[in-house]
């Protein structure tokens, strides 16, 4: 119980890490969408479902798309987790408007017997105060 906090709590902070060292967006009201994903071994190859997961920016409410592999390294303690996605939406309406879109639900049904596992968080970047 206590090393799956450990986990969770290690994935958000990796999370937060990621997503401000890779984002371009800035603006203060948009929404962040992370998936961190393991992929079972007879996953589609890693082409495909980056071809695929950059088309999703061809949804209207998606401002942009990042997608990669999770590097093996000590400082990633996410063991068997393979993918990142990070997507930025203008608001949560973007979100959700993504979320049943045609193209979404089909890439989804389409992954989803391959996933294995799966991490998400959404959130509004936080600004300093002066």
């Given at each position: 119980m206590k090393t799956k906090l450990i986990l969770k709590i290690s994935i958000t902070l990796t999370l937060i890490?990621?997503?401000?060292?890779?984002?371009?967006?800035?603006?203060?009201?948009?929404?962040?969408?992370?998936?961190?994903?393991?992929?079972?071994?007879?996953?589609?190859?890693?082409?495909?479902?980056?071809?695929?997961?950059?088309?999703?920016?061809?949804?209207?409410?998606?401002?942009?798309?990042?997608?990669?592999?999770?590097?093996?390294?000590?400082?990633?303690?996410?063991?068997n987790f393979s993918h990142c996605i990070v997507m930025t939406f203008e608001n949560e309406e973007g979100l959700e408007a993504y979320l049943i879109d045609p193209y979404h639900e089909k890439i989804y049904a389409k992954h989803k017997p391959f996933i294995v596992d799966i991490y998400t968080a959404d959130f509004n970047p936080l600004t300093l105060k002066e």
């Open positions: 890490a990621f997503i401000f060292g890779s984002c371009t967006e800035d603006k203060k009201d948009n929404l962040y969408h992370v998936l961190i994903m393991e992929y079972a071994k007879d996953a589609p190859p890693i082409d495909e479902i980056t071809n695929e997961v950059l088309h999703f920016k061809d949804i209207p409410s998606v401002i942009d798309v990042k997608i990669g592999l999770i590097k093996a390294n000590k400082r990633n303690k996410l063991a």
